[in-house]
């Protein structure tokens, strides 16, 4: 759960029942995913909002206050297309807040989105807990992974969207308040409701702007511009100069890239810190996709020693120290030491 400053406010709209909804597309031809201003965290990389501000499509509709829903497979920038749409709309100055609906007990969910007053079971808080809905009043709640709000809990969601007030659990009278719903999944909800287990009222309630982020296979145009915004960003973060050749980005541009965006900024990630060339011709084992490259033009010990870098510098992410990889990859941890003493050495990596 997060929480972002945010501005003034205006009532949520609620869209007209049964009535479907266009679909708009946050395709390459919408400025705002152009990575030319890539999307990123608030404060952390590049700034989106600006751009995001002005632009058109989906950001059109942050000022309007209407619920949004955001579908799209995993990794193509829903939850960050969540908090671009916040800090575009009226409601940037008051709290952004988001939850994972599927990483929350569903014993818990209703209590984390409630709240609850004091004494109002067991092991409760004496002073009671506000909800992400109370703590969201005046701004925006991002309900991520919605399909999995448990269906007793949905028609209390849908309460809120219809009356703007809310229980909160063991409290008598009923709790106004002023949130803009965002709802992301990366499932077929339209299917979640023919199968009953999403209430269709509420699917509807939802469903009023529906942003459908394409996977990036499909927005092929866009990897060239993205593969040159994270290597400013990786460069900057290892202080390096690295920078991947146009043969290497023309072939990434015909990769399936499953995993979409996160997938690919992970990969480039990797080759910045694991390449020893300024210039990066080829993903090597580093991407699983090329894995079983043919042509490549090194020995197998480099390929190897490359692979072993790339394990470590993901298990050194992980698990931090040398004793826990040595307990991962079955190793000894002076060998595991050596190895990490080696890598830095030879890719001038200094110790965090
Ligand atoms: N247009 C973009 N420009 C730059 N980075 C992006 C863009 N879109 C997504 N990203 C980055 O890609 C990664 C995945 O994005 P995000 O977490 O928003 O995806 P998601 O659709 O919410 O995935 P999931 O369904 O798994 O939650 C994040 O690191 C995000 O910052
Ligand atoms: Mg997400």
Known sequence: MAREPTGPISPTRAGSRHQRPRTLTASCSEPYLRPRSPLREPGERSAAGDEAASGTGPIRVAGTDSTILLT??????????AKVIHRASERKQKPFMQINCAAIPESLLEAELFGYESGAFTGADRKGKAGLFEQADGGTIFLDEIT???????????????????????GR?????????????????????????FREDLYYRLNVVPVQIPPLRERREDIPLLIRYFTDHYNRRYNSYKRFSESLIEKMMSLPWKGNIRELENVIERMIVTSTASEINSLGLNCRHTALEIGESKTLVDLLQEYEDTLLMQALKEYRTTRKIAKHYGMSQPTVARKIKSLRQRRQIERP
């Open 148 to 170: 999995e709000i448990p269906l007793h809990l949905q028609s209390k969601l849908l309460g809120v969207i219809q009356d703007k007030a809310f229980h909160k659990i063991g």
């Open 72 to 81: 799209g497979e995993s990794g193509v920038g829903k939850s960050l297309l």
């Open 173 to 197: 009278g009923e709790q106004s308040v002023d949130v803009r719903i965002i709802a992301a999944t990366n499932r077929d909800l339209g299917a979640q409701v023919t199968l009953g287990r």
